[in-house]
């Protein structure tokens, strides 16, 4: 079974800096894709960025970016002049391609404030 | 539509009482999930319909809990004699498909909460 796991349960940065959000995950398998997914109070999930396993080049957009490191089974997320809005909660999510059924695995999720 | 929706936005019950949650997925969307959001924790997986019938419902905490999507696009999330461990913001997303491509990509609609008391 696939697990997430994200060990940092709050983040704190000021604004207009750099900040990085940790992500481990465990699998077997070969052929996947990672999220990342923002969840402000609205409680909508909106998605922020998605990799490819198979792809070795970093996704990014915009001020968002991430390392992904396959071997490591690590995938962070770095934001880059941080926003207001950007206060929200962050998940990292797994999910195996091809398979019967394209669920999503959560992570614990971080709690990300940024400060004026 | 413009979003994945879901009704009621929040809904208060009894324990014991009968629920259902609605979600209508993105316009052309043949996938659809159910997850469940507990309070601190990430989402869930529940059930996922792929057109009109459920291809996975692994998800499902007990027969209590079961959900239609009749004709492949409004799925509706059914839980009976409910209880206060039930008490939760129920996700429901929608995509285009499921054959490993960049369709895959799931979008959320601003979930149910749902709380028992």
């Known amino acids: 079974a696939q697990t997430v796991t994200q060990s940092q349960p709050e983040m704190s940065v000021q604004e207009a800096e750099t900040v990085t959000l940790s992500c481990t995950y465990d699998t077997s398998e070969s052929n996947y894709y990672l999220f990342w997914y923002k969840q402000p109070p609205s409680r909508q999930m909106i998605l922020v960025i998605r990799?490819?396993?198979?792809?070795?080049q970093n996704a990014t957009e915009n001020r968002f970016s991430v390392n992904f490191q396959k071997a490591a089974k690590s995938f962070s997320l770095k934001i880059s002049d941080s926003q207001l809005g950007d206060t929200a909660m962050y998940f990292c999510a797994f999910m195996k391609r091809g398979g019967a059924t394209n669920k999503l695995i959560f992570g614990t999720g971080t709690l990300l404030a940024v400060q004026p | 539509g413009a979003g994945v929706s879901q009704t009621p936005s929040n809904k208060v019950t009894e324990k014991g009482k009968y629920v259902e949650l609605r979600c209508d997925p993105i316009?052309?969307?043949?996938?659809l999930y159910w997850y469940r959001q507990s309070l601190g924790q990430g989402p869930e997986f529940l059930i996922y319909?792929?057109?009109?019938?459920?291809?996975?419902d692994s998800g499902l905490p007990n027969d209590r809990f079961f959900a239609v999507r009749p004709e492949g696009s409004v799925s509706t999330l059914k839980i009976q004699r409910t209880e206060r461990g039930d008490s939760a913001v129920y996700l429901c997303?929608?995509?285009?498909?499921?054959?490993?491509?960049?369709?895959?990509?799931?979008?959320f609609g601003p979930g149910t909460r749902l709380t028992v008391l």
């Open positions: 997303a929608s995509s285009f498909r499921t054959s490993g491509g960049a369709g895959d990509t799931q979008y």
């Open positions: 319909f792929q057109g009109t019938g459920a291809a996975d």
């Open positions: 990799q490819e396993a198979y792809k070795q």
């Open positions: 316009s052309g969307h043949t996938a």
